[in-house]
């Protein structure tokens, strides 16, 4: 079984200070690991993906997120936070099994950013 | 390219009553999946399907059936609406041979049931 874990339900800083959105998950084999960030009334959009390789990877709208195998950790990361980045962020892990890739879901991380 | 395209973007039922939501894309993915999203819950996977004629149930399938007849086309279909069906479901897509590819979202349903 595979399973994420989102300890926060909010995160507030403010604009201009690191924002980190944390994550741990729980497969048993190599994880395929995302990031997604939902906006009021919209779908989920892709912010970056670990899947091999560099443990430190790079996304859209200057979010990074490192992948740590030892502690099973994803953690979303941004050095400087703008108002803008105020949004639903979930953290989804991908198992590749037979003929499925299903995509478990953390519950969600509510990110205010203050000015 | 519009992408992954649900209609309705809003219902509301009556307890009992039967619905169809519609879900297109026009990237030849091959992997569609639904899911509702409720508060604290993150999202839940209700049917998935890898390809045309090809469909499974997910986490939370009760109460819903899917078909896949088409690339394009992966409806939702309520078959006796309940108020703990009240939830927003998204409908989303990726290339199924590439499994390190992310999934594609619409902008959802949101429903009521009465």
């Known amino acids: 079984a595979q399973s994420v874990a989102q300890p926060e339900d909010q995160v507030n800083v403010a604009e201009g200070n690191p924002l980190t959105v944390k994550c741990t998950y729980s497969v048993s084999g190599n994880p395929y690991l995302f990031w997604y960030v939902q906006y009021p009334n919209r779908g989920l959009q892709f912010l970056l993906k670990?899947?091999?390789?560099?443990?430190l990877v790079k996304g859209s709208y200057g979010f990074e997120a490192e992948f740590n195998k030892s502690q099973t950790s994803f953690h979303l990361k941004k050095p400087s936070a703008l108002v803008s980045d105020s949004a639903l962020y979930f953290c989804a892990v991908r198992l590749l099994s037979h003929n499925d890739y299903k995509l478990s879901f953390g519950a969600g991380t509510t990110v205010t950013v203050r000015a | 390219n519009a992408g992954v395209t649900q209609t309705p973007k809003f219902q509301v039922l009556k307890t009992g009553q039967s619905m169809t939501l519609q879900c297109a894309q026009d990237m030849n993915h091959e992997y569609m999946s639904w899911y509702r999203q409720d508060p604290g819950m993150g999202l839940r996977l209700i049917h998935y399907s890898v390809g045309a004629g090809i469909t499974d149930q997910g986490e939370v399938p009760n109460g819903y059936n899917v078909s896949r007849s088409t690339t394009e086309d992966f409806p939702l279909r309520l078959l006796s609406a309940a108020p703990s069906q009240t939830s927003v479901y998204f409908c989303?897509?990726?290339?199924?041979?590439?499994?390190?590819?992310?999934?594609?979202f619409g902008d959802g349903t949101r429903l009521s049931i009465l």
């Open positions: 670990y899947i091999t390789g560099d443990n």
């Open positions: 989303a897509s990726s290339p199924y041979r590439e499994g390190n590819q992310p999934q594609h």
